[in-house]
């Protein structure tokens, strides 16, 4: 698998944009990068993936290096609700939906 | 409402009882997994269900039994547990390999505590 590494936590003020970094180097050509989350006690929820361009859907927007080496998962406008755990993930190309989970970043977000 | 519904929410079982988890998922998907999760530690995959056959199975303890009678629906079997399987069991439903992209979908899991 395509290690990746994200930071324990962050905090963000309610409004504002919430940026989570995720370094993924030894992304190979064909691996996507997708990233979830987890509100508490709940499952874990897709938000989005990308290969090389950057995405952007209803929930957030994605965006991928040029070396594909790092990329940010943005929120435009945090709220409360999106006080959760965020997962980067870049499973091997032949892994189908078998993804591996790491320790993902806590984001708070505060009032 | 993810789709997904998992049943109990909560279960407390001693070691030496039986007992069942329940998954069902109304997303017309064909491939169904379970994941662990135990406190401070990340989400383990445990098992993987296409198309009704087990095509995964990443060196789960036996005590632990999954069933998918059909697509809609997995069980994950339980007996004679340890303390050390006590976590949140979760389980997800997406479509099956080469379908083209399919988001994992999650039910919010069943809180378990072995006593």
């Known amino acids: 698998d395509a290690k990746t590494t994200q930071p324990t936590s962050m905090d963000c003020a309610e409004g504002r944009a919430a940026n989570l970094p995720c370094n993924h180097s030894?992304?190979?050509?064909?691996?996507?990068v997708y990233w979830y989350r987890q509100i508490h006690s709940q499952g874990p929820q897709y938000i989005i993936h990308g290969l090389k361009n950057n995405e952007t859907n209803e929930m957030a927007s994605l965006i991928i290096t040029e070396d594909r080496k790092s990329s940010t998962l943005i929120l435009p406008h945090a709220t409360l609700r999106d006080t959760a755990v965020y997962y980067c993930i870049v499973p091997p190309d032949n892994a189908g939906n078998m993804l591996t989970f790491g320790g993902g970043t806590r984001l708070m977000v505060k009032p | 409402e993810t789709g997904v519904t998992q049943t109990p929410r909560h279960l407390v079982m001693g070691m030496t009882n039986k007992k069942s988890l329940k998954c069902e998922q109304h997303?017309?998907?064909?491939?169904m997994y379970w994941y662990k999760q135990s406190a401070k530690k990340p989400l383990e995959l445990m098992f993987v269900y296409n198309f009704k056959e087990q095509t995964e199975n990443n060196s789960v303890p036996s005590r632990f039994s999954p069933e998918c009678p059909n697509s809609s629906h997995l069980f994950l079997h339980l007996h004679t547990l340890q303390p050390e399987d006590s976590a949140l069991y979760l389980c997800?439903?997406?479509?099956?390999?080469?379908?083209?992209?399919?988001?994992?979908?999650f039910g919010n899991g069943t809180r378990l505590t072995v006593t």
């Open positions: 030894t992304i190979s050509g064909n691996e996507y």
């Open positions: 997800a439903s997406s479509q099956g390999p080469g379908q083209g992209f399919s988001p994992l979908h």
């Open positions: 997303l017309g998907h064909n491939a």
